[in-house]
């Protein structure tokens, strides 16, 4: 039997972009079995399997490591390392190594850093993670009438994640005053505390219709969801290496260029996509939106 171990990063931002090549290796091994009992002799060992060792705050993501349904992969959460000749015919490890080895060769194309991983791992994935084996069950909106106007409720319009704090008020007060229609939210809030819980983030993320911000998991996310994304970058570089131009709905804003001012202009160009269906939709002044229980619990420290 054909059999691959592989080792998955431990924060949630190098999982997903992990995600994205693993993915595409998994449906690369199904193929090619299937491919082997159709014309034996030619291909690769028509029986194989995959072991994922990975934290266990990952498990949310078993379906979508799971290609195909004839193969399960299994699932090693016990958190044992080795790597002993013999246990398996191929490891892979993404760690701190192998993401600066994608780093470099992504850098000489000026591509995503997941070029990078499928170029170590012989895959071939997008920038983006596939999700739908998540089964993310889309946002609903509906219309109410109230004292014969009908207005539109459900989940806010806009989560604005800050970056600089004068630019951030700035920008959160243009949305206010010239788009009242539009619930936009700020959250100000440490990242890092909610990547730890991965399935209450990715819902959380997804109750937005755009989100805005610097670099994160939360951004990356959105993109994932078809979300609109206002992406920020402070370099080229950085922008090339983990921005997903080309993505419908996307945009970066790269460099020195993330004053108020100017993201109004990047605004200005995508707004009519979130234009409420309802032109007397009535405006919500919240600060942040009431986040899951989960999460909740943990910021209590519970």
């Known amino acids: 039997m054909d059999s691959t171990c592989c080792t998955m990063p431990s924060t949630l931002y190098e999982f997903l972009q992990a995600m994205c090549a693993i993915q595409d290796y998994s449906l690369q091994v199904a193929v090619g079995a299937q491919r082997e009992l159709k014309d034996p002799g030619k ?59 994608a780093k470099s060769i992504s850098q000489l194309s000026g591509s995503h850093i997941t070029v990078g991983l499928n170029h170590l791992i012989g895959s ?16 609903q909106r509906t219309l109410t009438p109230v004292g014969g106007k009908s207005f539109e409720i459900g989940p806010p319009d806009i989560l604005v994640l800050p970056w600089d704090s004068v630019e951030t008020e700035r920008f959160i007060s243009f949305l206010r005053t010239n788009y009242p229609a539009l619930d936009t939210i700020y959250d100000a809030r440490d990242i890092k505390i909610y990547e730890e819980m991965p399935e209450s983030l990715i819902q959380y993320v997804n109750h937005y219709r755009c ?84 999460i909740a619990e943990a910021a209590n420290g519970k």
């Not at 992406?231 to 090339?240: A, D, I, Q, V």
Request: net charge negative; proline share 8%; glycine share 6%.
């Open 43 to 101: 291909h690769r060992d028509p029986h194989y399997q995959i072991t994922f060792r990975m934290s266990e705050k990952f498990k949310y993501f078993e379906p979508a490591l799971r290609v195909v349904h004839d193969n399960i992969p299994i699932f090693d959460y016990t958190g044992w390392d080795e790597q002993q000749r013999g246990d398996y015919d191929c490891y892979i490890r993404f760690d701190a190594d192998m993401f600066e080895r």
């Open 124 to 139: 071939g994935s997008g920038p983006l993670p596939v999700l739908n084996a998540l089964q993310i069950p889309p946002v």
């Open 211 to 294: 989100v805005i911000g610097p670099r994160c998991s939360y951004t990356y996310i959105a993109a994932a969801l078809k979300k609109t994304v206002i992406e920020l970058f402070s370099s080229n570089e950085e922008g090339r290496l983990y921005g997903v131009a080309g993505t419908p709905n996307y945009t970066a804003v790269v460099g020195q260029k993330h004053t108020a001012a100017y993201l109004w202009v990047v605004w200005e160009g995508i707004v009519k996509c979130l234009e409420p269906t309802s032109s007397t939709k009535s405006p919500v002044d919240k600060t942040v939106l009431e986040i899951p229980e989960s």
